[in-house]
């Protein structure tokens, strides 16, 4: 039988000179199941969308007959394009999305199609995250009820 507890669960944690007993084990993995099945069951209540990830290498392109387009698995509710000097934030349905650089916040045009987003944006490739060679990270929260 162990000596010591810890505190959240109160596992056993033994001493040097502690008898080592299976029933203890035993009971040790039944608290840590029943645990994990509550975490498991708390987690089922929260939020509704689980993250996505992509990615694509800029082309040097602007404007509109260069858009960009991706197209997710499920409807997005967020997206952000991560490049070198900024980022591209863009909600779904909205025709306009936000380019953060180091030196400006300027809109780019988003257009919708299905699960597929197409922007473009002024006259600098870096704006509408589309620079060449400039490898671009997507994070998306993908709406789970879809």
Not at 49 to 78: D, E, H, M
Not at 112 to 121: F, L, M, V
């Amino acid at each position: 039988m162990s000596t010591n507890h810890t505190s959240n669960y109160a596992l056993s944690q033994w001493e040097a000179t502690d008898p080592v007993l299976r029933a203890d084990f035993n009971a040790d993995n039944a608290k840590i199941d029943a645990a994990l099945g509550a975490h498991a069951a708390a987690l089922v209540e929260k939020g509704n969308c689980q993250i996505y990830t992509t990615g694509y290498s800029g082309n040097g392109g602007v404007g509109p007959a260069n858009a960009r387009s991706l197209t997710f698995p499920k409807w997005p509710r967020l997206i952000l394009i991560i490049g070198e000097k900024g980022f591209l934030l863009i909600f779904p349905g909205i025709t306009t999305g936000y380019s953060v650089t180091t030196s400006s916040v300027l809109s780019v045009t988003t257009s919708w199609s299905g699960n597929t987003i197409s922007w473009y944006g002024g006259s600098l490739a870096s704006v509408m995250m589309n620079s060449s060679n400039i490898w671009y990270s997507v994070v998306a929260l993908m709406d789970t009820a879809q």
